[in-house]
């Protein structure tokens, strides 16, 4: 799967150290167990589950904003 960028943003800079993956969000297990990480291009500030049936993930990073239908629902906000 690949993470799409919900707007248009300036071209990343070149260099060392720069345009590397340093971002991401992981999934665990209720035991703790990590199941898998998502690797985003920068540094993911937050996260939240949207839609009718929860299955969208929006992610909010450091320049941008990312969407992403996973396979799974999020979990319904109790309140």
């Known amino acids: ?6 707007r248009r943003h300036p071209p990343r800079r070149r260099g060392p150290g720069l345009g590397r993956r340093v971002g991401w969000a992981a999934r665990f297990r209720p035991d703790g167990t ?13 996260l939240t589950f949207g839609g009718i049936k929860r ?9 941008s904003p990312y969407a ?11 309140a």
Do not use: C, Q, W, Y
Not at 1 to 6: D, K, S, T
Not at 39 to 46: D, F, G, K, W
Not at 55 to 63: D, E, K, R, V
């Open 68 to 78: 992403l239908r996973v396979t799974f629902n999020g979990v319904r906000d109790p």
């Open 34 to 46: 990590l199941i898998g990480k998502l690797l985003l291009p920068e540094a993911v500030s937050n």
């Open 55 to 63: 299955n969208h993930l929006f992610i909010t990073a450091s320049t």
């Open 1 to 6: 799967m690949r993470l799409r960028p919900l």
